[in-house]
């Protein structure tokens, strides 16, 4: 499985705007902030391949990144994709990384 780092991510976020990110963390969890405008999830998202694209890297996140990879290996395995990331730490982690860079 594919990761990028919170720091790898924020370098993309800054660079480069061809790629994907999924929150895949509860509605409820969402609200409380996130890092883009599409939610989809966890138990939404085998049945909405269809958001996926497939011409970028899509990164997955929730909130530890523990869901996200596990969501990832299904994806993987089940549907054979090969651009998908997992963020590393996942909301937290771009979280602690923003208190500590203050």
């Not at 594919?2 to 609200?31: A, G, M, V």
């Not at 890297?57 to 290996?73: D, F, H, L, M, N």
């Not at 993987?76 to 979280?95: F, H, P, R, S, V």
């Amino acid at each position: 499985m594919k990761t990028i780092s919170p720091k790898e991510f924020k370098n993309l976020l800054k660079k480069n705007n061809n790629f994907q990110i999924i929150d895949i963390r509860e509605p409820y969890e969402y609200e409380d902030g996130a890092l883009t405008n599409e939610n989809i999830p966890l138990d939404k998202m085998m049945s909405s391949l269809n958001k996926l694209r497939r011409d970028c890297p899509v990164i997955i996140y929730c909130q530890t990144g523990k869901r996200a990879s596990a969501i990832i290996y299904m994806l993987e395995k089940e549907y054979k994709l090969e651009n998908l990331y997992n963020l590393e730490g996942g909301y937290n982690a771009i979280m602690q990384e923003e208190y500590e860079s203050i």
